[in-house]
């Protein structure tokens, strides 16, 4: 047993090692390319105010549907613990989600950003603005994948929310009108 362990640990020390070589080396895209602007955002995970949150987003398709890793702080070896999907109200709210579901797990957009505190980071304030007015058209939902505490995911997928969440009316959902605070 400890030969294995032994050769564990030469394959991961030669793995971490030749890392950054091989990202020089390789040019071929991949799904992980792309996930390039970055936004800090609170979260409630299992009624528990934590963050801000890092969300590293990129565009998937033009309405707009956005993905966004999610990790703990910005540091290179953060481990990703939520994936956020940032969707156009023009989907979400036109009959592919019910009422019942969007209170539960969807957010507003719009009304997050009203808050003041998601922030967009790494642009020029005109760029970031541009950035906040699009997602302002989206609604979201964050799936809580691997809790800060635990050593090891658990399995267990938490679905998070946005801080200051409101629920939405039916002829709010089906308008896609924001909810009024």
Known sequence: MSHVRGLLAILSGLAWAAAPALAQE???PSPADGHTVHVIAPHVVAGKVMGPYHHYCK???PEPVIECLVYSSSDPGARLEQIEYIIAKSITRTGAITLESWNKNWHDHQ?????????VLDLPPEKAKEVADLVATTDGIIFHLWSHDDKVPSGRVIIA???????????????????KR
């Open 26 to 28: 390789a040019k071929t």
């Open 59 to 61: 565009v998937l398709s």
């Open 111 to 119: 009304q997050e950003i009203a808050t003041g505190r998601m922030q």
């Open 161 to 179: 929310q946005s801080v200051g969440h409101v629920r939405l009316t039916a002829a709010q959902l089906k308008q896609g009108v924001p909810p």
